[in-house]
């Protein structure tokens, strides 16, 4: 639970709360459930306690869920008044939900979820994220710096999360065609709190975190905030599977109320998990048999969803480590400056047993005995992979007014040094591991033989970028905005691969398993994004508006490693892959701006994508993507007692230029629902108790296309419910039960390109948290 709130609002002054408006924080954060029910005195009380200069703020208080502004200085208007589609997670809908990851908090953003299982024999780990049918992994940052890494990110030292859907570039630099993703941390406040959870749930989970804010003596406008975390837990419904993980945030804030302000943040998150390596789709809907010769294992039972195929030297650890320095200055209050330097750094170290069902790997000894039947472990996925980042950004925001028309500009410059180097790991002298029996795998098997190979990749990128944003309101009625970026990158990669047998790295004359050179090159180029918006007030409180915006990818630029495939966008031959988007939509405050109501149509055009040539058999980068549909979304409160977040999306994701990319031949995109649907409600009774419950669909979706044998090409629409009850003990401390897959739902939640695996939606589960504040 977030029990001290800092919130952004629409904050005349810069992109940081004032120091009214951080006694007005402290004091909402008193209320056990809502926010929004502190009493005026106290308000009043906690705001002359500081001792503070008066600074005038505008905008709207927090209301249920709804969060009226970004928090970065590059976002100049409201969310009613910027001309694209963003959605906002608050803190409390993560407490209520008692979302513990990235990924289990963007269950409250459509259509945006971890759809994809891997590559063939390898395994995606972490925050996978596909949105509107593209991996956005990539385009994931803390406080608007990139955060590159697959990793789980966790929500302990979160504000809000910022979903950005359609062009990022302008915003960003390179971006996937999707989108963006914007982890807000935890700030401190002049204030003298603590809070804590303890929580145990379904699956053996165990989690604790504390959250202590305090002034610092002697020091004017100064504040210390540690926010820790430590969790030892199982899977609901997955054998042997673990999240272990601690971390701890010590935030330090200087001149709090003053027109300078300093902050400097730091995190330490390290995890020591057990990875999931999936399950077989043998008995899922459309699985037939990979053997002709063998129809029988097409008609065998599924496995169960709980097993484990993985061993006892399968492991995911990571660790992620973060400096940030942020400096604000008000000049004036129409002349703000931001600075931040960042310093990150990321390890992550896995092996993960995965393995491909075809015909040779899945031996039947007796074919009417399916207990006879064995799967080989035979895809012992290695990674040990170090990202570092060293960025410096530089914002300077100016407004002014010349008569009727007011214009607000933003701009900066950053200059970025990203890393990522990867050691090659790999089985040695032909070490393997025993085959699982498919129907009660074996977990407690080891012994495999493996350490460095001789592999690596060593990239770097260093950028170098200006951008500008203008908002020009014209009247009460009309605003104009646009807003450009220009990135200078210069990407280096070196690398050596362990040649194979045949394929991209083939050994040609040279014993398989040797190392040999992988790619090497250097490419650099300047990315030109743009975006430019019109909107139009009907109301003080509502807006219609036309948005379009050019956002880029470069070779390398999801994972500064290039690609010596002919069919990879990663290969530095090729040109930057481009995205144009189209929106025109339109938002609604209402009841008197407590809750928030918008809708959108969309279209996102995706040109240079690789198409192989039918008669040459070349890569050309010829290809047209497009995905179009509609945004929906409702957040906010409907009356003091009732918060609602509610959204949903249609994608008619195609492949409009290309061969296709989906299994069943269609030129429909993999891992797209063709339709997703979130809600979360919740109504406070007048004795305190509070029920809540939420609704996820997910619509059917297709796998890549690949030359695997009798595997699903697709996966089923399916439906889930949850539900949540709280009730305060006392003022200082609550009990909270989360009920998760209510109905019990069976379903897929994640392929993998082959359909040889899956990953099963958790079953009916449960978490009781106690809560406390003081």
């Avoid at 990239?459 to 203008?470: K, V």
């Avoid at 040649?499 to 040797?514: E, F, K, Q």
């Avoid at 990879?568 to 988007?581: E, G, V």
Wanted: aromatic letters at 10%.
């Amino acid at each position: 639970m977030s029990y001290i709130k800092s919130r952004k609002h629409p904050v005349a002054c810069g992109p940081r709360t004032t120091a009214a408006t951080l006694a007005t924080g402290i004091a909402l954060a008193m209320s056990p459930l809502h926010a929004a029910d502190a009493d005026a005195d106290a308000l009043a009380d906690a705001a002359g306690a500081n001792s503070l200069p008066t600074i005038n703020v505008e905008g709207h208080a927090v209301e249920g869920y709804k969060v009226d502004t970004m928090a970065g200085p590059k976002y100049l208007k409201p969310l009613v008044d910027t001309t694209q589609t963003i959605q906002i997670i608050a803190a409390d809908l993560i407490q209520e939900q008692a979302a513990t990851t990235l990924t289990e908090a963007l269950r409250n953003s459509a259509g945006v979820g971890t759809f994809y299982a891997g590559e063939n024999g390898n395994t995606s780990t972490g925050d996978t994220v596909y949105m509107r049918g593209f991996d956005s992994s990539g385009s994931i940052y803390v406080d608007g710096v990139r955060d590159l890494g697959g990793i789980s990110r966790d929500t302990f030292n979160v504000d809000q999360i910022e979903v950005t859907k359609g062009p990022s570039g302008s915003d960003y630099g390179r971006t996937a065609p999707s989108g963006s993703i914007n982890l807000v941390s935890k700030q401190p406040l002049l204030a003298e709190r603590i809070g804590g959870t303890v929580a145990y749930g379904s699956g053996n989970q165990k989690r604790a975190t504390a959250d202590w804010n305090t002034r610092i003596d002697g020091l004017d406008g100064a504040a210390f905030r540690l926010n820790v975390m430590a969790q030892d837990s199982g899977v609901p419904g997955r054998h042997e599977v673990e999240r272990d993980r601690w971390g701890i945030a010590p935030t330090f804030a200087f001149g709090l109320g003053t027109p300078t302000r300093v902050f400097l943040d730091l995190l330490h998150l390290k995890q020591d998990n057990v990875p999931d390596g999936a399950i077989p789709t043998i008995g899922l809907p459309g699985y037939t048999s990979p053997d002709p010769t063998r129809p029988g294992i097409g008609a065998a039972p599924r496995v169960d969803p709980y097993n484990f195929y993985g061993t006892r030297d399968d492991h995911d650890d990571s660790k992620t480590d973060m400096a940030t320095l942020l400096v604000e200055h008000d000049f004036s209050d129409d002349l703000k400056l931001v600075n931040t330097t960042r310093w990150g750094r990321t390890h992550q170290q896995y092996l993960i047993t995965s393995f491909t069902a075809t015909a040779a790997n899945l031996a039947t000894p007796d074919i009417t005995d399916p207990s006879t039947w064995t799967l080989k472990r035979s895809n012992p996925n290695f990674k040990d992979l170090t990202n570092r980042i060293l960025t410096n950004q530089t914002n300077l925001r100016v407004h002014s007014e010349f008569g009727r028309v007011g214009n607000d500009v933003s701009t900066g410059v950053e200059f970025t040094r990203e890393d990522a180097i990867s050691t090659g790991l790999g089985a040695l002298n032909g070490s393997t591991w025993p085959a699982a029996n498919l129907y009660r795998p074996d977990a407690h098997v080891g012994g495999l033989v493996w350490g460095r190979n001789g592999a690596y990749g060593d990239g770097r990128t260093d950028t170098e970028a200006a951008y500008l944003f203008d908002t020009i309101t014209f009247d009460e009625r009309w605003q104009a905005n646009a807003g450009v970026r220009l990135d200078h990158y210069d990407t280096d990669y070196r690398s050596a691969v362990v040649c194979t047998t045949s394929g991209v790295t083939a050994c040609g004359s040279l014993p398989a398993g040797t190392i040999v050179p992988g790619a090497n090159a250097d490419k650099s180029g300047t990315l030109f994004n743009w975006k430019a918006g019109l909107l139009y007030k009907p109301t003080a409180d509502s807006s219609v508006y036309l948005n379009y915006g050019v956002s880029q990818q470069p070779p390398g630029g999801n994972s500064l490693a290039f690609s010596t495939s002919a069919s990879s966008l990663d290969n530095p031959i090729f040109d930057p892959q481009k995205a144009k988007t189209g929106e025109l939509g339109t938002k609604w405050e209402l009841f008197d701006a407590k809750l928030l109501l918008t809708a959108a149509l969309y279209r996102t055009d995706i040109s240079n994508e690789i198409v192989q040539d039918p008669v040459d058999q070349l890569y050309y980068q010829v290809g047209k993507k497009r995905v179009e549909g509609v945004e929906l979304g409702l957040v906010g409160r409907i009356s003091e007692a009732w918060s609602i977040s509610a959204g949903y999306t249609s994608m008619d994701a195609t492949v409009e230029k290309g061969g296709h990319v989906s299994q069943d031949g269609s030129d429909d995109l993999a891992y797209t629902p063709d339709a997703a649907f979130t809600a979360w409600t919740t109504y406070r009774t007048p004795f305190g108790l509070v029920l809540g419950g939420g609704a996820r669909y997910t619509g059917e979706m297709k796998r890549g296309n690949d030359g695997a044998i009798g595997t699903p090409t697709k996966v089923d629409a399916w439906w889930v419910f949850d539900a949540m009850a709280s009730y305060p003990v006392n003022e200082h401390f609550d009990l909270q039960l989360n009920v998760y897959n209510l109905f019990d739902r069976d379903y897929v939640a994640a392929i993998n390109k082959s359909g040889y695996r899956y990953n099963p939606g958790a079953p009916r589960s449960a978490m009781l948290t106690a809560s406390f504040r003081f």
